[in-house]
């Protein structure tokens, strides 16, 4: 049975910064992609960042948090990072962890397995 449960979520003021964390099990997701999506309050999910290793990473980013947040993961580990730094109040929402089967995609329906999500809120 695979899982992805993700960690890290909390309450920080604007400014400040959070690390999220999605460990994976039940299979290794060593060449797909895993992607974060957020999903804030009366609004659809949308994608944050993806990341995918294929000889080198690559990786992918919504133009609002390009320069602030950051993708990772460690294939060892079989898990995957959102570094997040100056933070706003609009990052406020649900995270949610997604790994799917193949290439770098933006597209929720890309992607096979997902967590729980994280609740990240960014104080004014």
């Known amino acids: 049975q695979v899982q992805l449960v993700e960690s890290g979520g909390g309450l920080v003021q604007a400014g400040g910064s959070l690390r999220l964390s999605c460990a994976a099990s039940?299979?290794?997701?060593?060449?797909?992609?895993m992607g974060w999506f957020r999903q804030a309050p009366g609004k659809e999910r949308e994608f944050v960042a993806t990341?995918?290793?294929?000889?080198?990473?690559?990786?992918d980013y919504t133009d609002s948090v390009k320069g602030r947040f950051t993708i990772s993961r460690d294939n060892a580990k079989n898990t995957v990072y959102l570094q997040m730094n100056s933070l706003k109040p609009e990052d406020t929402a649900v995270y949610y962890c997604?790994?799917?089967?193949?290439?770098?995609?933006?597209?929720?329906?890309?992607?096979?397995?997902w967590g729980q999500g994280t609740q990240v809120t960014v104080s004014s």
């Open positions: 997604a790994a799917g089967p193949g290439l770098l995609s933006r597209r929720m329906a890309s992607y096979e397995y």
């Open positions: 039940g299979r290794t997701f060593s060449n797909a992609a």
């Open positions: 990341i995918r290793w294929s000889g080198t990473y690559y990786a």
